[in-house]
């Protein structure tokens, strides 16, 4: 029978399939603690290791650097006491006695050889403590490399040592050998030749005793490594050890010191270090969590500030700021450039072609960017060029572009920055300054004009008396007629020559107000190519009214044929006829004592340049008044307007030229006129 069933539910059921969410984090923090706190327990482990190996390699090091030492100091003892030995003139008996005791204080020294000039053998001595040296082979079997170092030594005067060289022995083994040979000399010349043997294994059993601490083997080893010679000590494991490079005259070796030592142990450091460990990772957890919350908190508020500046930065610039990508889009635009061409950042951005460029230069300016967008990763250097933009008005505006290639972070070309400046308002302000300085030189002729009014009236009063006399005559011969008296037989050719007078002098007055006239009312600004000759030409009808006045002898220096040069003919001719009159004018001032002259020069000084001369024989520029002679309005003259100078000077320098003066002196060094030069650009020739 089957028991009733009571609605109970399986406990297995009422298990969440999942972990509740709280205790899924304390699991993973646990366990990002037990990872740091094991990281740090191997680190404390490794460093502690890594410090006791370094102590002893330090050590081992140290020990080193001691045997080096030490091997220097006894080499030198070793060369001092040779240096001492009888020399060539000694006897043989007395070189032989001194060579047995350095054999016998000096261990590691096996043989003294006494060589003649030619390095054949004349006496040799070898150690009583052991077998001679070349007992089992003979000597001039290996004397490959002592010959070398005595030439070496001959050449540099001065003591050398050989490369080491193997010789055997009778017990079956062999000895590495290193020879130091000595050149000996009488004045400049080399007589003979000292050479001493030297045992490696001798050197290094000299320095086991005097300078190695106990625990540590020395010996000699090749650049691969290969051992050429061992000291007594055969204690060395091989953990530890360091090298030394010890150079000698004519050769190097290398020193090398093995401890005794084995890798530390383990044992010691983890015990310490799990005690120390559990300690500091703990308090390290929480102080680098805190310094890093703090740390970026102030990373966030520094890049916010930074952001709010850099954005008020560019929005307070009235240089537009544009930015473009490797294909040619814009991608970012300040309030500046928009205020510019009148466009919003989004008709700009990501726009190609942008909507400032002139429609009917859009071929033009895709150009120059596919130009630009195709160079080479190497020629993204800065760039200034000048262009024209549209508003989107319709309004053309010229406008300055500075660009520059745009870099990541990773130092990678990404695009191009550019500012852009609107030349509007310069362009008004220049054209504004040429109206202002056409107006000034306009006065400036007018004033000229003015002041020439009496050199005019003077010069017209003479054709027109004439004009009035000849007509006087017409008349009256006229009313005799008319009035019944007999006719004169010469009366038709007196009143034809009449006519013909009045005319000439008409002629004449109508020469003086056209030169006059054309002087005040010309006003073209077109430069161009012009001899020198036509701009003296064009002023000199001015220039003689005045010289004719004041006596002055005009003088003409223009060569043959003249310079041509590249200007404009009015404002040149312009400076002509003032400097000309300031040169008449100050010669009126002088006392007569020689003819006034007035020279006009024109010389080409460069292939590029043409300087024009106005030079008078007045009392030249005093100090005070050359140093503000240019001034405008500054004058000499009361009936001056101080005008003239400071307008030729302007209009030479529009030219590219350079407008000075110098005093003249005659031998004595006495002022005898002033010269007036400027230059202008000279015409190319074909």
């Not at 635009?333 to 061409?341: D, S, T």
């Not at 993204?380 to 520059?404: C, D, L």
Request: glycine share 6%; hydrophobic share 45%; aromatic share 6%.
């Amino acid at each position: 029978m089957n028991p009733p069933n009571t609605g109970a539910i399986p406990l297995h059921s009422v298990e969440s399939d999942e972990w509740p969410r709280p205790r899924r984090l304390r699991i993973v923090l646990w366990t990002a603690l037990v990872v740091l706190l094991l990281a740090a327990q191997t680190l404390l482990v490794v460093l502690a290791f890594h410090y006791r190996s370094s102590r002893t390699q330090e050590s081992v090091e140290a020990n080193a650097a001691a045997a080096s030492g030490e091997l220097a100091q006894l080499l030198a003892k070793d060369l001092q006491a040779m240096l001492g030995m009888p020399g060539v003139g000694a006897s043989p008996t007395a070189w032989r006695t001194r060579a047995e005791q350095l054999l016998v204080a000096r261990p590691e020294l096996l043989r003294f050889e006494r060589r003649d000039a030619a390095l054949k053998i004349v006496d040799a001595v070898d150690t009583r403590a052991r077998a001679p040296l070349f007992a089992q082979v003979a000597r001039d079997g290996v004397q490959v490399d002592t010959d070398l170092a005595c030439a070496a030594s001959q050449r540099r005067g001065g003591p050398t040592y050989s490369q080491s060289f193997f010789v055997p022995q009778s017990d079956g083994m062999g000895l590495e050998v290193m020879d130091l040979c000595i050149a000996e000399r009488e004045g400049d010349h080399v007589v003979g030749f000292l050479i001493a043997s030297y045992a490696l294994s001798g050197l290094l059993d000299q320095l086991s005793v005097q300078a190695l601490a106990p625990g540590h083997d020395l010996s000699f080893i090749e650049a691969d490594g290969t051992r050429l010679a061992h000291g007594r000590m055969h204690v060395g494991a091989g953990v530890y050890h360091a090298s030394r490079m010890i150079d000698l005259p004519g050769t190097a070796m290398q020193l090398r010191v093995d401890s005794a030592a084995t890798p530390p142990s383990l044992v010691p450091d983890l015990v310490t270090g799990l005690v120390i460990g559990l300690s500091l990772t703990l308090f390290g957890v929480v102080v680098l969590l805190a310094r890093d919350v703090r740390k970026r908190a102030r990373a966030e508020g520094a890049l916010a500030d930074a952001l709010a500046f850099r954005k008020a930065m560019e929005d307070s610039v009235v240089t537009g700021l544009r930015a473009r990508d490797l294909q040619g889009r814009t991608t970012y635009v300040n309030p500046a450039f928009c205020a510019m061409v009148g466009f919003g950042p989004d008709e700009l951005v990501d726009h190609n072609p942008p909507p400032y460029w002139p429609p009917e230069q859009l071929a033009e300016y895709q150009q120059r960017q596919d130009a630009r967008l195709a160079s080479a990763p190497g020629a993204h250097s800065r760039e200034a060029f000048e262009t024209t933009f549209v508003r989107k008005s319709g309004e053309r505006f010229p406008a300055m572009v500075f660009e520059a290639p745009l870099l990541d972070s990773a130092a990678r070309h990404t695009g191009w920055m550019s500012a852009v400046l609107d030349l509007s308002a310069q362009r008004r302000v220049e054209e504004v300054s040429r109206q202002q300085q056409d107006r000034l030189q306009a006065t400036a002729r007018l004033a000229t004009a003015g002041e020439m009014a009496s050199l005019l009236s003077h010069e017209l009063n003479q054709p027109l008396s004439a004009i009035a006399a000849y007509a006087t005559g017409t008349l009256n011969m006229m009313d005799a007629q008319a009035r019944g008296e007999p006719p004169e037989p010469e009366l038709w050719p007196l009143l034809h020559e009449a006519a013909r007078r009045i005319a000439e002098q008409a002629e004449r007055a109508g020469r003086v107000i056209k030169s006059v006239h054309d002087f005040v009312r010309r006003r073209e600004h077109a430069r161009e190519a012009v001899s020198a000759d036509l701009l003296i030409d064009a002023v000199l009808p001015l220039v003689r009214l005045q010289a004719r006045k004041s006596g002055t002898r005009i003088e003409l220096e223009l060569g043959a044929p003249a310079p041509r040069v590249v200007c404009d003919r009015a404002m040149v001719e312009q400076v002509l006829l003032n400097l000309t009159r300031n040169g008449i004018q100050a010669m009126q001032a002088v006392a007569s004592g020689s003819e006034p002259v007035l020279t006009l020069r024109v010389q080409q000084t460069h292939p590029q340049w043409v300087r024009v001369s106005i030079e008078d024989r007045g009392p030249g520029v005093d100090d005070e008044v050359a140093r503000q002679l240019f001034t405008p309005f500054f004058t000499t003259r009361s009936d001056g307007m101080g005008l003239g100078l400071s307008v030729c000077r302007t209009i030479v320098e529009q030219h590219g030229g350079a407008l000075e003066f110098v005093n003249l002196r005659d031998a004595n060094g006495v002022v005898c006129g002033a010269e007036f030069r400027f230059t202008l650009p000279a015409a190319l020739t074909r």
